[in-house]
């Protein structure tokens, strides 16, 4: 556990006393729980941050009154996997080139492409038995910060109806009722939107390289599944389960099998990392200002409320648990809370990602 980690460990137990004090002016027997995944790690949103709400966290809550708490920024985030078989003759140069040409196919289209912002990316991996798999992270962006979205910003469909719970210095934002209700319905139908939005991007990339595809599988580790939960940057799997972990670009895609899990929902299901997680290299020092609207982190002052991003801090990097060697040792050093095996390791071979596309050998 690094001082990232610790850190917000402390800080989202505030935001837990915070969120629940709230709900309990609906119901005074309410609860709000925030457990932290093996990633917890900061994000690139002030205001989900200055909110109480870092990534790599599952948020549940039990509440009479239908609440949302509007600062985890829902939406759903998917990793779809399609296998492709071996391909002994790939087009590399055409498939970089549908890469380079894939907004301008879908101009036209309802879809928002998204695949070049944040660490979302389009990667062609291929296993030790030369199968290739297609990989695609990305969220359905057509639901963010629009006027039908489900981020907080200004002029959208909700934004007027938000209210405030304030505990000195920091808050508490939600929307009740109706509206909540309106909300999360929204929200849980974005998995599948998703899902068939990721296969029509899929198919169009490969149809003019004639490759099949063999088999899909979806996972999704931000959204809502259900009423009352929020996944921030977290997979909730069960027993068995073979889920993707990603790591930092160019490095392997493992596949993992799942035995056992320290982090669990209250249904019982494993809260499992979709990666390695962003820390900061000094002492976060969080600090809220909500009076004067500023939030501080690592001693730079933010605004909140108003699209700020935390990328200008110098020492926010992708955790690293790459040995000298080339092997990785993340579940070494999480061996005590993440139990299972790697079923296939995917090495990346063309990835389209917010540095650009870039082809491994």
Known sequence: MDNTYRELVEYINETQEIATKALQCFDKNAEFHIIDSLDLGVPYDVDRLAGGFPTGVYVYWRCKEPIIPVDTTVNCCSASIFMLGKIPDFDTDKFINKLLNLEDLWKNSSYIMNFNSGNHFISLCVDENGIYYLIMHSTAKEFTKCYNGLYPVSGNWYYDRIKVYQSGQRYFRYINGRDAILFRNTAKSLNKYNEIRHENIAYSILKDLKIDIIEIKHFHHYGMDDDNSIKIGCYTVNKECIFPIFSKPSYDIDLFKISNCSKRTPSGQF????????????????????????????????????????????????????RGDGTNSFYDYCESELEGDIVKRLSQKICMSISGINHYF
Not at 282 to 298: E, G, H, V, W, Y
């Open 271 to 322: 809260i499992v990392p979709h990666g390695w997680g962003k820390k900061l290299t000094n002492p976060l020092n969080i600090k809220c200002d909500f009076s004067n609207r500023q939030f501080f982190m690592a001693n730079e002052a933010f605004s909140i409320f108003s699209n700020d991003n935390l990328y200008r801090l110098h020492n926010l990097t992708y955790r690293d648990y790459e």
